[in-house]
């Protein structure tokens, strides 16, 4: 079955600060894709990334980078120079490529909070 | 595009009433998703539909929920009769192709007392 594991459940930082969350997933599948979300304050889920498990390269978009390693089968997202505004719940999630079978399985989430 | 559309924002109804919410995905887009989020049980997807038809329901807690998708530009989430466990956010989903990103609606609080 497949299982995305946030072992952070909280993390507090100084604005300006980098900081890092943890997503290590579980799937027997050889093609899937990950994800990550953000949840502000205000509540809704706002899209981040999309990978899928044959591209491996890490991207950077702007002040959020993300490292993706299918040998630890982990897909760590950093916020650099981090801002009130980032404060948020995060969300790691998998879904099989397979039709038929398109959902997507969210990890705990992270909550991030950084302070001025 | 005005996103993934959802009503009400918050409902508060009494344990044993029946409960409607409503979702008007992106036009154009073949999926939606019903997803309800919990302290407990986190971000679970409860139903999804391609074209308007149910494809995996394994998700719905019991057989006093229901979702249907009439057209491609509604659906509707039904709880009869509601009880206070199911108290949580719902969020309706939808996206265009599979897999790609899913755009989530504001969700719907549902509090049942």
């Known amino acids: 079955a497949q299982k995305v594991t946030q072992a952070q459940t909280e993390i507090s930082v100084v604005e300006k600060e980098d900081v890092t969350l943890d997503c290590v997933y579980e799937?027997?599948?050889?093609?899937?894709?990950l994800f990550w979300y953000k949840q502000p304050p205000s509540g809704e889920l706002v899209f981040l990334i999309r990978r899928n498990s044959f591209d491996e390269q890490n991207e950077i978009s702007g002040r959020y980078s993300w490292n993706f390693q299918k040998s630890t089968s982990s897909f760590n997202f950093t916020i650099t120079a981090s801002q009130v505004v980032d404060s948020a719940v995060y969300f790691c999630?998998?879904?099989?490529?397979?039709?038929?079978?398109?959902?997507?399985?969210f990890g705990q989430g992270t909550r991030l909070t950084i302070n001025p | 595009d005005a996103g993934v559309i959802q009503s009400p924002r918050h409902e508060v109804t009494e344990m044993g009433q029946e409960v409607t919410l409503r979702c008007k995905p992106i036009s154009g887009h073949d999926y939606l998703f019903w997803y309800r989020q919990t302290m407990m049980r986190g971000l679970e997807l409860l139903i999804y539909?391609?074209?308007?038809?149910?494809?995996?329901d394994s998700g719905m807690p019991e057989d006093r929920f229901s979702a249907k998708m009439p057209n491609a530009s509604f659906s509707t989430l039904k709880i009869q009769p509601s009880e206070p466990r199911d108290s949580a956010v719902y969020f309706c989903?939808?996206?265009?192709?599979?897999?790609?990103?899913?755009?989530f609606g504001q969700g719907t609080r549902l509090t049942v007392v």
């Open positions: 539909f391609n074209n308007n038809v149910p494809i995996d």
């Open positions: 999630a998998l879904s099989e490529a397979i039709q038929g079978a398109q959902k997507l399985v």
């Open positions: 989903a939808s996206s265009d192709r599979v897999p790609t990103e899913a755009f």
């Open positions: 799937t027997r599948d050889t093609t899937y894709y």
